[in-house]
């Protein structure tokens, strides 16, 4: 039943080599070994502020300079990160899943763009990507992967540096269509997740035959909600985790850079 603890490594092979479809959600903890900082870890601070109170639209509306300035950060952080063993071993598996003609689908929460720079094809950002932007304006979403994003950001991203953020508006990051702000396109608390994006979530969940849950505290909704969707559906789930919480079929305690490569290699 699914309160086994420990990792039954044999069980999960079996269940592993029988499933033709197989969907996975990643979060921060898989690009913890590539030096990204997870959310709610130590490293969760940004200068005096919580990072997660910065990734909402208050914020934003409140201080764009601060606001871009923690994501100039953030951005040059991910963009120079390499994808790590754990990221490897997903696109691995995926190659191997379409020479067999099975069905992979990853689904990450990630917005550093790691899994799609490693070679995963299948793949759902589904809290979006540093590696675009969005117009407050016109809404076009584009991609802009320049460090600085903008002049006036060169140098402001530094978390050491607890400067004051009173960037003018008109020297932030412009639409190149109509000029009009930009924001990053990443889905902050309280915004809705892509219509279209979830709708393909839901239906991999609804198809799996074994759900991977990698690297995620899994309490951010909706994603928080995807592992328990599968499990009532009777359906195997197996975490990855180095502090793992769920009650779940499977469990991998450990880097899932060492644990990802064993479970699928
Ligand atoms: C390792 C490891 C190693 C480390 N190997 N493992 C229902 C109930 C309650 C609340 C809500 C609800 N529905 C909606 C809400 C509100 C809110 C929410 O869920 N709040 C919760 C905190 C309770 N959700 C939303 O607002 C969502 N919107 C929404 O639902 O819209 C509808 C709606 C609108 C209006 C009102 C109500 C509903 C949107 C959520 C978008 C989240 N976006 C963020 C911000 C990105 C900003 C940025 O990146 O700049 O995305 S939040 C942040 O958390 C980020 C992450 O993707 C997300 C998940 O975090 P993750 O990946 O799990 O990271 P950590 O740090 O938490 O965990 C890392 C894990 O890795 C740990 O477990 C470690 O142990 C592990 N680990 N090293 C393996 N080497
Ligand atoms: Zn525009």
New binding site residues.
């Given amino acids: 039943g699914p309160s086994l603890k420990i990792s039954d490594f044999a069980g999960f092979r079996k269940v592993l080599d029988s499933a033709t479809k197989i969907a996975v959600l990643t979060?921060?903890?898989?690009s913890?070994?590539s030096g990204i900082g997870?959310?709610?870890?130590p490293a969760?601070m940004w200068r005096t502020h919580n990072?997660?109170d910065l990734?909402t639209l208050k914020a934003f509306e409140a201080n764009p300079s601060l606001v871009w300035e923690f994501?100039e950060w953030?951005r040059s952080m991910a963009f120079n990160a390499r994808p790590n063993k754990?990221h490897l071993a997903l696109v691995e598996f995926e190659n191997k899943c379409i020479k067999e003609n099975r069905v992979f689908t990853l689904m990450t929460?990630?917005?550093d763009g790691l899994h799609i720079r490693a070679g995963s094809k299948n793949v759902f950002e589904i809290?979006g990507s540093l590696r675009k932007v969005k117009c407050t304006k016109c809404k076009l979403v584009y991609e802009n992967t320049d460090v600085p994003i903008c002049e006036a950001l060169r140098g402001r991203g530094d978390p050491e540096k607890a400067t004051t953020s009173d960037i003018p508006i008109s020297d932030l990051p412009k639409c190149k269509n109509c000029s009009g702000l930009l924001r990053?396109d990443?889905?902050?608390?309280?915004?809705?997740?892509d219509d279209n994006v979830l709708s393909k979530c839901v239906k991999a969940l609804e198809a799996c035959e074994l759900f991977l849950v990698?690297?995620?505290?899994?309490?951010?909704?909706?994603?928080?909600g995807f592992a328990p969707f599968v499990q009532d559906r009777g359906v195997p789930v197996a975490e990855?985790?180095?502090?793992p919480?769920s009650a779940v079929n499977f469990v991998f305690r450990?880097?899932?850079?060492t644990t990802l490569p064993e479970a699928l290699g």
């Avoid at 990855?240 to 502090?243: A, K, L, R």
């Fill in positions: 979060g921060a903890g898989v913890a070994e997870t959310f709610r870890g969760g990072a997660m990734a994501y953030r754990a929460q990630n917005v809290h990053p990443i889905v902050w608390f309280g915004e809705i997740l990698v690297g995620t505290s899994a309490i951010v909704y909706p994603a928080a990855f985790n180095t502090d919480i450990g880097p899932c850079g």
